[in-house]
């Protein structure tokens, strides 16, 4: 039997400061994909993140969809 599937987000943007999440323009947002677990997510976001890691403003973010299309069930994944 697969995986269950946990749909996480990854998506990042240039921020008004490196220190705060608050992005410049959110409708110029990089939605990079959603993927069917971390582990692809992970894999994504550390891609994404590696393409822009001399811009400190460049930040992206795994969001746990799955948390929010099923908030009452409590099997999370494992990594957080």
């Excluded at 410049?24 to 677990?37: A, E, M, Q, T, Y």
């Excluded at 393409?51 to 973010?61: G, K, P, S, V």
């Amino acid at each position: 039997m697969p995986d269950k599937q946990l749909l996480h987000l990854v998506f990042g943007g240039e921020l008004v400061r490196p220190d705060v999440q608050e992005f410049v323009d959110p409708k110029k947002l990089h939605i990079v994909g959603i993927f069917p677990n971390y582990d692809e997510a992970q894999k994504a976001w550390r891609g994404a993140t590696g393409a822009t890691i001399d811009d400190a403003h460049m930040r992206y973010f795994i969001v746990h969809l799955h948390r929010f299309l099923d908030p009452a069930n409590k099997d999370h994944d494992h990594h957080h």
